[in-house]
């Protein structure tokens, strides 16, 4: 069998990833580039949420037209992520994250630009190309350009801008909406494309794995065939019925197509995603937590828009400022160092059950807390928030420092396929508990009404119309404490996983150990 760039890579431990002879001041300049692309695909992923009933209005978009200009960034953005890390690694990342800006901001325009529901939507999957880019591109140059020392604080600062995009969406559509038309919320994408692109060019260096690996393209088209039909089995389940044709046949296809591509990786000479990672410890500890730490921010944050929305009452932009201090907390922690000065003191393991623990505690608390007014809301989110802090910037690390750095394009793709996959199971899992729970303790006048609206239209009284609020906030409350039950179990799962990880290396392996690419050469 031919060797593959990663048997042939230095491990972690070994050499410094390229680009560390660089000033320190330019690493952390370089940095606060890649946040900047990283944020504008983040803010997408929530913004356009609250435009919908201008997108209704001005295009007279119907019901589906909506779903799908919300969905078709996601799912194009999830079925390209393991295609575009492997393309940065291969064909050089800094050319990769070019492209991606450049993609990005032209779709962008052509989304300001669209006058009908179509035009909308393939700007839309556009925007996705350009975002798997960006969000492979961004943390592989993170692994490239920092040491062991600095990475830690690195990767936090990075995953801090994750969080605060999906915070800061709401409250930056809901702003610009009040101002302008919904236009601006892609019109807004433009200037920071360009200015990020120029950036881009002029100060991060250019990394590409060594090897001469071939592509690999049945399995590329593979893992896209899989991936977008899980994601969108799990986008259509809420709306079509978990048991409907469409949803089966979508999981269905997903599922065999992911099968098939594992059973390919594993006999082709050059794959795309080595699978034998997954004999790595390390590695499925920090996958397993990864996709539960996704799964409970991806679920809350739809509960909580819900949740301040139409049980506080609340309109979009107070919504997205009370969101705020989840944001502000996560920012704080690991802009200030204080996430990476705790790693050494914890531990890999430690760090993601402290932060899963904190995050199933927020939860926990806006369940119990959150419903009679905002300050145990405040609370829940505040505790949330550092609990993110400590547990998502662990586990990215966790899962780049399982994997050798001639991979780290890769590595980054299964990183943000996690986060695509976790949010979306847990919407749908989150959603569908919500839903059960609501229309069992509905009213007789309201029976078998499937969202909120529809229920107030069926009551007739004020104190039918009281039931049925009581009923989505009891099945909000339900929802969260399902979530905080699944993080938790989730942390003490990987904690385990990772610990083993580290035992059975032994103490010489240190924070980055090579046993990824032991057990990948098995």
């Not at 990005?104 to 909308?120: D, I, Q, R, V």
């Amino acid at each position: 069998m031919p060797p593959s760039a990663h048997d042939t890579a230095p491990s972690p431990s070994s050499a410094p990833p390229a680009g560390t002879d660089r000033s320190s001041a330019t690493r952390w300049l370089i940095l606060a580039v890649i946040c900047l692309a990283q944020l504008t695909v983040i803010l997408d992923n929530t913004v356009l949420n609250v435009a919908i009933p201008s997108l209704t209005e001005d295009l007279g978009a119907t019901t589906a037209d909506v779903q799908w200009m919300v969905n078709a960034y996601s799912l194009v953005q999830s079925g390209l992520l393991l295609i575009a890390g492997n393309s940065a690694d291969r064909y050089g990342r800094k050319k990769m994250l070019a492209i991606g800006l450049a993609l990005f901001g032209l779709a962008s325009l052509g989304a300001t630009l669209a006058t009908s529901p179509g035009m909308l939507i393939a700007a839309r999957a556009g925007m996705g190309v350009g975002g798997a880019l960006l969000v492979t591109t961004t943390l592989a140059v993170v692994m490239q350009i920092f040491d062991d020392a600095e990475r830690p604080r690195a990767i936090g600062i990075w995953s801090s801008v994750s969080s605060l995009g999906f915070a800061a969406g709401p409250l930056i559509g809901g702003a610009l909406l009040d101002h302008f038309w919904w236009g601006s919320l892609f019109l807004v994408n433009l200037p920071v494309a360009v200015l990020a692109l120029c950036a881009v060019l002029t100060l991060v260096p250019e990394s590409k794995s060594p090897g001469t690996e071939r592509p690999d393209p049945l399995g590329a088209v593979l893992s896209m065939i899989g991936m977008v039909g899980v994601v969108f089995a799990i986008i259509s389940g809420p709306v079509d019925g978990w048991l409907s044709g469409k949803v089966l046949v979508s999981a269905a296809v997903g599922f065999a197509g992911l099968a098939v591509f594992a059973l390919w990786e594993l006999h082709t000479p050059y794959p795309m995603l080595d699978m034998h990672f997954f004999r790595n410890r390390r590695f499925i500890g920090a996958v397993s937590g990864g996709i539960l730490v996704a799964f409970g921010m991806g679920g809350s944050m739809f509960l909580l828009t819900q949740h301040l929305q139409l049980v506080l009452g609340y309109g979009p932009l107070e919504a997205g400022l009370r969101m705020a201090p989840l944001a502000v907390t996560v920012v704080l922690i690991n802009f200030t160092g204080l996430g990476a000065r705790l790693m050494p003191r914890l531990g890999t393991p430690g760090m993601i059950v402290s932060g899963m623990s904190l995050l199933a505690a927020g939860l926990l608390l806006i369940a119990t807390l959150g419903g009679s007014g905002y300050g145990g809301m405040l609370a829940g989110l505040i505790v949330m928030g550092a609990g993110i802090a400590l547990a998502m910037p662990a586990m990215a690390n966790a899962i780049m420092s399982a994997i050798p750095p001639a991979k780290a394009g890769v590595g980054a793709g299964v990183n943000g396929t996690l986060m695509e996959f976790g949010q979306g199971l847990g919407v749908a899992v989150l959603g569908a508990v919500l839903t059960a729970r609501f229309q069992a303790l509905l009213p007789v006048a309201a029976a078998g009404a499937g969202s909120l609206a529809a229920a107030l239209a069926k009551s007739g009284t004020g104190a039918e119309r009281t039931a049925v609020h009581d009923a989505f906030a009891a099945g909000i409350g339900t929802g969260q404490l399902t979530g905080a039950a699944a993080v938790f179990l989730g942390g003490l799962l990987a904690a385990v996983l990772l610990r083993r990880a580290e035992r059975s290396a032994g103490p010489s392996a240190g924070p980055a150990a090579p046993e990824g690419a032991a057990a990948a050469a098995e």
